[in-house]
């Protein structure tokens, strides 16, 4: 027709980052999910969800897009359970920065987690006796985790298990998903009805995020335990070391030793310490060192 | 084995709701029996099933399983995205905690579900949800829960089962899980 034009083969379409020029929107641009770029000076038009406080937040790559990438611009999300669930959403990060000494901040428009820097370091917070908060393994796993790649999302669903989803392959296989579902009710209960000897969140929010991060496909996609009365499984491993390393100046998180509760008396006792355990298996009730767990049937009645 | 299970749900489509027991839920078990028929007849989705709990019988081609007789609230959690996609309910009720809120009734024993649940060595439990509308969840898991109280641990598949206007399932979606 009159005045339309067209033309084939308009050269290559890729900037850098691996992502497709955005020609259309300006001269130079490149567009990715969670930001903007002007690829030929390595700025963002955006402002960086998650900031590095030694980096202007319009910088992309540190300014160096030879070395480093950064296709997504994005690691841990909880815009879903804070849209859902704020108080969750708050009570996970209040917890993660409690046994991790790390300062998380969430961004406000993304959701997107990350934790504060200084001096190019993770910021970490310190007791009165100047000794940093928290627990090691705890910190260097979740520096891990949103300094990774890989999305985790974590999302709200009060109406099953805390759980990880499943997915399939173009081949019809099941595997393991980075998402993550959180019922803050059956949490909540877990720390309502720890024993007073255990600290109430050695099954809390932070712990659980952490033995779900084993089920998923960053994690390493590791089922429970296939002897669930006998050990706690591969995704207790970290957890516990977690405990064991919180586990000081008289406070007591305890050992998960088994990934099962045992019932006595119509009641389920999930045991933390040798003595709870040695008196489930007796058929007695433990004097202490366990969690009450409630079926997440009578959990979703008192809503 | 299978075949006497299939002639006893023919047996209950035709003759099974003459009873005053069972005419109390009657289009309750209509549904029921049509999942129940679903997952005793589809090829496809019993290679899901089979792929999903990692059950190597070949000579089986449908997964043998076991149904529970309560009823229990079965939310959309993990399906919302897709439901979105294939719009089956409205958008402004895909919300796992509206649904939730919504939806959620206390758990209840079925007669009808007792009678339909013969016994046998299976490993794989079926619970339902209650019926709603034109849909109906249901969830397959492999943790006995007659034993376990309404807990739930290992693995979970929640379906989707959406019915056309003959009452017969139309079309599914289902989501994989590994609880807690």
């Not at chain 1, 909880?78 to 969430?106: F, P």
């Not at chain 1, 489930?280 to 004097?287: G, Q, Y």
């Not at chain 2, 999942?35 to 089979?50: A, L």
């Amino acid at each position: 027709m009159p005045g339309r034009t067209y033309s084939i083969g308009n050269g290559y379409r890729y900037s850098i980052n691996g992502q497709e020029k955005t020609p259309e929107i300006a001269p130079n641009t490149t567009t990715a999910e969670f930001w903007q770029y002007d690829a030929r000076i390595v700025r963002r038009w955006n402002i960086d969800p998650k900031p590095n406080i030694s980096i202007s937040p319009y910088n992309c790559f540190a300014g160096n897009p030879i070395f480093l990438a950064d296709v997504r611009g994005d690691t841990v999300d909880v815009s879903h359970l804070r849209a859902n669930n704020s108080k969750a959403n708050d009570a996970l990060i209040s917890d993660l920065q409690n046994k991790t000494g790390l300062t998380i901040s969430v961004n406000e428009k993304t959701g997107i987690a990350s934790y504060l820097k200084e001096n190019g370091a993770a910021k970490l917070a310190r007791d009165g006796n100047g000794n940093i908060v928290g627990s090691k393994a705890a910190r260097k796993e979740l520096i891990k985790m949103l300094d990774s790649k890989t999305m985790i999302t974590v999302k709200d669903d009060p109406t099953g298990p805390t759980r990880v989803e499943q997915g399939q392959d173009k081949k019809g296989r099941f595997t393991y998903t980075n998402t993550i579902l959180i019922n803050s009710v059956e949490i909540e209960s877990s720390i309502n009805e720890t024993s007073k000897d255990l600290h109430s969140t050695t099954y809390g929010y932070a712990l659980t995020f952490f033995h779900e991060r084993g089920h998923t496909l960053y994690g390493g996609g590791h089922d429970d335990s296939n002897e669930p009365w006998l050990n706690a499984g591969d995704n207790e491993i970290l957890p516990n070391r977690i405990r064991k390393q919180l586990s000081i100046n008289g406070t007591n998180y305890g050992q998960r030793l088994v990934y099962t509760q045992l019932g006595v008396n119509g009641v389920d006792y999930l045991p933390f310490t040798q003595e709870a355990w040695d008196s489930l298996k007796r058929n007695e009730v433990p004097s202490g060192g366990y969690i009450i767990i409630i079926p997440l049937g009578e959990l979703l009645k008192k809503k | 084995m299978q075949i006497i299970q299939k002639y006893l749900i023919a047996f209950f489509i035709l003759f099974g709701f003459n009873t005053t027991d069972l005419k109390a839920q009657n289009s309750d078990g209509c549904r029921y029996l049509a999942v129940i028929d679903y997952i005793r007849t589809n090829i496809s989705f019993n290679k899901d099933i089979k792929a999903f709990f990692k059950i190597s019988t070949k000579k089986q081609e449908f997964v043998e399983f076991a149904i529970y007789d309560t009823v229990s609230f079965i939310g959309i959690g993990g399906l919302e995205e897709r439901l979105k996609e294939k719009k089956f309910i409205p958008d402004t009720e895909i919300n796992s905690r509206k649904y939730y809120e919504d939806k959620y009734f206390n758990s209840y024993h079925s007669s009808f579900l007792k009678k339909m649940n013969w016994s046998n060595d299976s490993k794989i439990y079926l619970s339902f949800s209650r019926p709603t509308d034109n849909y109906l969840l249901a969830e397959l898991t492999d943790l006995n829960p007659y034993l376990n109280r309404g807990r739930k641990s290992g693995h979970g598949m929640i379906v989707f089962f959406k019915f056309n206007s003959d009452g017969l399932v139309e079309d599914i979606l289902y989501a994989g899980f590994v609880y807690n």
